[in-house]
């Protein structure tokens, strides 16, 4: 392996890591990094590039900064990683171990995970598979149990009405008082009372999606289309009613599948409506897939 390495400083902070904020916890992984590689006389001098992700979960490397990261190890530009510990790089025993045992050995990458004491230059650590092994499926075993009690937490959270998606819906906002609150945007709440207007009138959702985009009317989004107008219609939000839980993961690591309707959580007058029930009725009723 050469001495002359470009090193990647990887960083991670999740959001279930804890109350430390990026100023905290990223910064004090970014100087331990660098430290180390101070006092390292044959890394001090290397070129450093650092790749972070904020607010990602480790359970899988579907991450920005992770893949930008082993982009450049791929194209021979980066040929080693340091990291403050082994769950920073991944919480995945079976994926960290191939990188470690299989994909870095082959391209020729250095790794170091300071707190787990690991550094694959170095026999000595090295040669300590097992006791690594055993590391990692404690991180697998955290995880399965951090995601358990994180899909609990949810849950509750959906079911005494909390908002907890990232962006409110077309119409809304946010509250910046009442935390995990919706609040009406009068300055697109008119448009959504307008659809509906139109719809309960007979329009069609394509003729819909014209008469908006003729007037100029700014969507969610890109462009008025049928399929937008139609989410609009059909997001019962609308009549001042919290719906949660339509998605869901059956087990740890499985892909997201959409829950059947009559298992969503819906919980009344949890923020102001801005469509009367009886009309979202209505209009719901009349939709079907000519429109």
């Known amino acids: 392996m050469s001495g002359d390495y470009v090193v990647?400083?990887?960083?991670?902070?999740?959001?279930?890591?804890?109350?430390?904020?990026?100023?905290?916890?990223?910064?004090?992984?970014?100087?331990?990094?660098?430290?180390?590689?101070?006092?390292?006389?044959?890394?001090?001098?290397?070129?450093?590039?650092?790749?972070?992700?904020?607010?990602?979960?480790?359970?899988n490397f579907n991450r920005p900064g992770v893949v930008e990261m082993l982009e450049k190890v791929g194209k021979r530009e980066v040929?080693?990683?340091?990291?403050?510990?082994?769950?920073?790089?991944?919480?995945?025993?079976?994926?960290?171990?191939?990188?470690?045992?299989?994909?870095?050995?082959?391209?020729?990458?250095?790794?170091?995970?300071?707190?787990?004491?690991?550094?694959?230059?170095?026999?000595?650590?090295?040669?300590?598979?097992?006791?690594?092994?055993?590391?990692?499926?404690?991180?697998?075993?955290?995880?399965?149990?951090?995601?358990?009690?994180?899909r609990s937490a949810k849950l509750a959270q959906i079911r005494r009405g909390e908002f907890i998606a990232p962006n409110a819906p077309y119409g809304y906002r946010k509250s910046a008082e009442v935390k995990n609150k919706l609040e009406v945007d009068e300055d697109t709440a008119w448009v959504v009372r307008y659809i509906f207007e139109l719809a309960a009138a007979g329009e069609r959702l394509a003729e819909i999606a014209r008469i908006l985009s003729a007037k100029d009317v700014p969507p969610p989004n890109a462009r008025w289309s049928g399929s937008k107008v139609r989410r609009i219609l059909q997001d019962e939000r609308y009549t001042g009613s919290m719906v949660g839980h339509k998605y869901e993961h059956l087990y740890f690591k499985a892909p997201q599948t959409s829950v059947p309707r009559d298992r969503w959580i819906v919980v009344p007058d949890t923020h102001e409506a801005i469509i009367p029930k009886a009309v979202f009725d209505d209009v719901l009723c009349s939709l079907d897939t000519s429109r």
């Open 8 to 59: 990647a400083m990887y960083l991670r902070l999740s959001l279930d890591d804890g109350k430390e904020r990026e100023s905290g916890s990223i910064a004090h992984q970014r100087d331990m990094l660098a430290r180390y590689l101070d006092e390292h006389q044959n890394l001090s001098h290397c070129r450093r590039v650092e790749y972070s992700d904020d607010g990602y979960s480790g359970t």
């Open 79 to 150: 040929n080693c990683i340091v990291v403050k510990d082994l769950s920073r790089f991944g919480r995945s025993y079976i994926e960290v171990g191939n990188f470690l045992e299989q994909v870095f050995p082959f391209l020729d990458v250095r790794f170091i995970s300071i707190n787990d004491g690991y550094d694959s230059a170095c026999e000595a650590t090295a040669a300590s598979g097992i006791e690594l092994a055993l590391k990692m499926l404690v991180y697998d075993l955290y995880s399965k149990d951090l995601s358990a009690k994180l």
